[in-house]
């Protein structure tokens, strides 16, 4: 135990950290400022909040501040504010506080706007601060309430007024609530663009001003897009019919490669192919949507914010028609009309289909391929035994992941490691039998040694992994990324990621409004940020325009190159040089040493392991050359098998 002397000057350093004090000048904006951080600080740190209904009082007291003319009349209000919430009583020897990676500044309360009464009233409340034996606004999710999603549990911490959105002691209550709850419990306020206290200061003028529900809403989407979090998404039923105009979508889909817009893919659209560059939507042109649409985006870095605009830009309702215009291969200018006919449910999964269907294949090559976006845990049994011989295994992880991450780890590592340090709300703590619940802005280390649970292999595999990531791989698929990378024979090839990982919490808003934000603290076992950054890449790979054109997936293509040549039992009874490659011509050599006399047999298959030309025969020893025929191939990836009695070579061939 901690004497309180103790405690207190721990209290007094921890609080010297954060935002730098700042004074606020004696207007309305100012006096809203400190009663935003009053409330919320004497709402998440008072001995009494189980007690208090904190949104009740908030908007009266709004409204006083709103009213006050000078600072006497706003110290006023926020003194009666103050004493109703009740002042914290004296503190002797409470449990020592954890560890944090979330400093939170109380600087503000020495502000010279706040009259001498007021700041004695918090500095005793900043001294007097410890842990509970209740909870009763925000908890650890144990999956009782319906109305909590992810790691923190706030239903109980909401807001219970009616709201008038036409009222400005509403709107500003909204904002102040959600202001902070990010404030106290979103472990990356420091890697924002802009520090959430400037947020506070710009957005109290644009809450005070009179507007409609959906004028609100929208500007709840700004808010939001200041949080650079990927998870960052807000909805209502409001946003979808009044501002989206809905959900559904054509089917087509977008992709920011080369600083254009550019077909990805597309199916039932006449006359548009992967490659052409879109130039505008129903007139206006990408540029524009990208500054207009993407002002609602949260989005952890730029891939994501593309991925995210070029979404929401071609949404609407169902059946509905937009025109597109774009560029095709010859630079030529068209335009077409697309209708919405896919639900978002069903465009996101047509969106994520892999080439290679299933959760994993083998190919003609011999190696592994996994689509993590198709891998039920109840499928990496099989799918180990499949591929266990295999030299190399790819892990598509560019199809998101879906679970299976806990039943692959004990297949492939020896025992338990680390590989993710993370940091979590310290909600409560288990001191000397007795439970303690903790304060807002408080955080406990941990790694994720224990994750998935106890094991001993003495037979991992051993081959090599090569593991595909682009801006569709986020969250949970980010982390089987890093926890798949720390294999020794490990490669991580591609693009950004999402840089967003670490749990998803969401917060219920009044109107139907649903907010989310990452709640957890996410590291690799180095120390390396993974919110923003995404994962560590090896190797940079990124698709280009022509590459979508000749039908190329160029990072799946970077992972085979690593591993062409791949032969099984190779011996010097013969080799093999295939020429010229990629094919251009429509058929390709193969000049052949063979050392002794014998049958040959010779299979050419494609990428999903399908055998599209075979044939054996009779050859002398010496060199020679044989011809393929690859004049029906199209465009893509294939793998030529030659087998003698003793040997089988592979090699790659690339059809063009």
């Known amino acids: 135990m901690k004497t309180k002397i103790q405690i207190l000057a721990l209290i007094a350093t921890l609080f010297a950290f954060g935002v730098c004090r700042a004074q606020v000048t004696d207007d309305i904006d100012g006096r809203l400022y400190l009663l935003c951080k009053t409330w919320g600080y004497v709402k998440y740190f008072n001995q009494n909040k189980c007690f208090r209904v904190w949104d009740q009082r908030l908007a009266p007291t709004i409204n006083e501040v709103l009213a006050a003319t000078n600072n006497i009349e706003f110290n006023t209000a926020i003194l009666k504010f103050l004493n109703e919430a009740g002042n914290n009583a004296p503190v002797t020897d409470p449990p020592a506080m954890p560890d944090t990676n979330l400093l939170v500044s109380t600087e503000w309360i020495h502000d010279t706007r706040f009259s001498p009464e007021v700041r004695s009233f918090l500095e005793t409340f900043t001294s007097n601060i410890s842990p509970e034996r209740s909870s009763c606004l925000v908890r650890y999710n144990n999956g009782t309430s319906p109305r909590a999603y992810g790691y923190i549990d706030f239903s109980l911490d909401t807001i219970d007024v009616t709201v008038n959105y036409s009222m400005a002691s509403h709107r500003l209550m909204t904002f102040f609530y959600y202001w902070n709850v990010i404030n106290y419990y979103f472990p990356y306020r420091s890697l924002m663009d802009e520090s959430w206290d400037s947020v506070l200061k710009k957005f109290i003028p644009q809450f005070r001003k009179s507007m409609t529900d959906i004028e609100f809403e929208k500007m709840f989407l700004k ?34 490669i080369e600083n254009q817009c550019v077909v990805k893919k597309v199916d039932d659209i006449e006359s548009v192919l992967p490659g052409d560059i879109l130039l505008a939507v129903n007139g206006r042109t990408v540029r524009e949507l990208e500054d207009s649409v993407g002002t609602f985006i949260s989005a952890s870095n730029k891939a994501v914010f593309y991925r995210e605009v070029y979404t929401n830009m071609i949404r609407g309702d169902q059946d509905t028609e937009m025109e597109l215009t774009l560029a095709n291969r010859q630079s030529e200018t068209y335009t077409v009309i697309v209708s919405r006919v896919m639900d978002p449910t069903l465009w996101y999964r047509w969106k994520l289909e892999a080439e290679i269907p299933g959760p994993y294949a083998t190919t003609s090559c011999g190696y592994g391929y996994v689509n993590m976006g198709n891998l039920k845990p109840e499928d990496v049994p099989a799918m180990y035994e499949a591929l266990k011989t295999a030299p190399a295994i790819i892990f598509d992880l560019r199809y998101s992941a879906i679970g299976a991450l806990g039943s692959l780890v004990p297949y492939f590592f020896g025992a338990p490691f680390i590989s993710a340090v993370y940091y979590v709300p310290a909600l409560y703590v288990s001191l000397a039998g007795q439970i303690y619940y903790y304060m807002a802005g408080w955080y406990n280390k941990r790694t994720d040694q224990a994750n998935f649970g106890s094991y001993t292999n003495p037979n991992p ?58 709640s957890l603290g996410w590291y690799y076992a180095d120390g390396y940020q993974q919110q923003r950054n995404g994962v560590k890449i090896d190797s940079v790979v990124s698709p280009s325009i022509a590459g979508i054109r000749e039908g190329k997936d160029e990072i799946l293509q970077a992972a085979l190159k690593c591993i062409s040549g791949i032969s099984q039992n190779e011996s010097q009874s013969f080799s093999v040089t295939v020429f010229p490659n990629p094919v251009t011509s429509g058929s390709a050599m193969t000049s052949i040493s063979l050392k002794q006399s014998g049958k040959l047999q010779f299979t050419v298959s494609d990428i999903q392991g399908k055998i599209v030309k075979g044939w054996t025969g009779y050859y002398q020893a010496g060199q020679f050359t044989e011809r393929i025929d690859l004049t029906d191939a199209a465009p893509g990836i294939y793998f030529l098998k030659i087998t003698s009695e003793r040997n089988t070579l592979i090699r790659k061939i690339l059809v063009e």
Request: proline content about 4%; glycine content about 8%; charged content about 10%.
């Open 223 to 256: 808010l939001v897009s200041y949080l650079n979090d990927s998870h960052g998404v807000t909805s209502s039923p409001l946003l979808v019919s009044s501002f989206w105009h809905g959900s559904w979508k054509p089917k087509i889909a977008f992709e920011r």
């Open 461 to 518: 595999y051993s081959g090599n992994i090569y593991i595909l990531v682009n801006q569709d791989t986020q969250s949970h698929a980010e982390y089987t990324c890093q926890v798949l990378s720390y294999h020794p024979n490990a490669k991580v090839i591609g693009m950004q990621t999402a840089g967003a990982d670490g749990n998803v919490t969401a917060l219920y808003l009044p109107k139907g409004m649903k907010t989310y934000f990452t």
